[in-house]
Nanobody, 121 residues
Framework: QVQLVESGGGLVQAGGSLRLSCAAS????????MGWFRQAPGEERRLVAA????????RYADSVKGRFTISRDNAKNTGYLQMNSLKPDDTAVYFC??????????????WGQGTQVTVSS
């Protein structure tokens, strides 16, 4: 079965760092573009970052540009999101998604269950 499992979330103070991981199984991860999304309470899910199959091209939301870095290790079937200089507005549930047809995954693609990131003031 195809499965994406996020890990690495938690509670951190403003200005701190976290690294999220997305472990993929049941699919050939190297054939899929991967993205990170986040959803805060009462808000819609929004793109944080996306990366192509080889990792040569990346895309970031303006709100995280310069602070977050998306990467992947296809040999380990794992994607990553390094988050630095965290702000309270970064607080959300973070989701990993993978698509074999587009760079930025959609609802029709594979999704993980999410991991909570909470940034305190």
């Amino acid at each position: 079965q195809v499965q994406l499992v996020e890990s690495g979330g938690g509670l951190v103070q403003a200005g701190g760092s976290l690294r999220l991981s997305c472990a993929a199984s049941g699919l050939t991860f190297s054939r899929y573009a991967m993205g990170w999304f986040r959803q805060a309470p009462g808000e819609e899910r929004r793109l944080v970052a996306a990366i192509t199959t080889t990792g040569t091209t990346t895309r970031y939301a303006d709100s995280v540009k310069g602070r977050f870095t998306i990467s992947r290790d296809n040999a380990k079937n794992t994607g990553y999101l390094q988050m630095n200089s965290l702000k309270p507005d970064d607080t959300a549930v973070y989701f990993c998604a993978a698509s074999d047809s587009r760079m930025v995954p959609t609802e029709n693609d594979y999704w993980g269950q999410g991991t909570q990131v909470t940034v305190s003031s």
